[in-house]
C-alpha cells in the first residue's frame, strides 16, 4: 500500500510539475529528421534566475567601535569578528549588505563592505579598507561566489547559518537580524519577523 501510494504521489508531483511548466508544441522543420517533435518544456526548477542586482553607488561610513557587534565564527579561531549594526541593510534584491571588522590577537583589523545572498549561499565583497587606514578601496570588488564551509575563519556561513538566512530567504529586515546578533539568538532560537 505504501509503495503505490509513493507511486502516486510521484506521478502527481510529476503533473504539477508539467503542468506548471510552458510547453510551446513545434513541428520539425525539415520532414526528413527522425529525432520526432521539439518542445520547450522545462521543469520549474530548470528555470533561469531572472535575478538582478541592486547597483552599490554608496557605500556605508566607516564602522565605529560603538556600533560594532561580536559574533562567534569558531572556537578554534584566534581572529575576533564583528559586524557594523549601522551598516547592516536587507535590500529589495534580496542581498544582505554589512561591514565586518575581524581583528587579530596583535590588533590588525580588516574592515570589508560585503554582501550574502540567502537564495544561492553566495557572498560578495564591495569594498575593503584602504591603506590608509581612513576609507574605502573598491579595487578589490569580487563577483559572487559560493560560500565555504568548515574553515576555521569561515564568517560568512557563520552569518548565512546563524544570523541572516533561514529557507534560502532572510530572517527578517535589518533590525530583526541586528537584535538578533546583539542577543546571540542563533539559529533555532532566531526571533523572525518581516
Not at 587606514?133 to 565555504?148: F, L, P, S
Not at 557563520?158 to 541572516?164: I, M, R, S
Request: net charge negative; charged share 20%.
Amino acid at each position: 500500500m505504501k509503495v503505490f501510494a509513493f507511486a502516486a504521489a510521484c506521478v502527481a508531483a510529476g503533473v504539477l510539475l508539467a503542468g506548471c511548466s510552458s510547453t510551446k508544441s513545434s513541428t520539425p522543420s525539415d520532414a526528413s529528421t527522425s529525432e520526432g517533435p521539439k518542445s520547450d518544456f522545462q521543469y520549474l526548477f530548470d528555470r533561469p534566475s531572472t535575478w538582478t542586482e541592486k547597483k552599490v553607488d554608496t557605500l556605508p561610513v566607516m564602522p565605529q567601535p560603538g556600533d560594532l557587534l561580536p559574533f562567534n565564527v569558531s572556537q578554534n579561531t584566534p581572529l575576533q569578528f564583528a559586524l557594523d549594526a549601522k551598516s547592516l541593510t536587507v535590500d529589495s534584491d534580496g542581498v544582505i549588505r554589512y561591514t565586518v571588522v575581524i581583528t587579530s590577537p596583535s590588533g590588525a583589523r580588516n574592515v570589508n563592505y560585503e554582501g550574502i545572498r540567502c537564495e544561492d549561499y553566495s557572498w560578495k565583497l564591495y569594498a575593503g579598507l584602504n591603506a590608509d587606514h581612513d576609507g574605502w578601496d573598491r579595487t578589490v570588488e569580487n563577483d559572487w561566489a559560493r560560500i565555504e564551509n568548515g574553515d576555521l575563519n569561515a564568517y560568512h556561513a557563520a552569518l548565512y547559518q546563524d544570523y541572516f538566512c533561514t529557507s534560502k530567504l532572510p530572517v527578517g529586515k535589518a533590525d530583526v537580524i541586528v537584535n538578533n546578533i546583539r542577543y546571540k539568538r542563533v539559529n533555532s532560537t532566531l526571533i523572525r519577523g518581516s
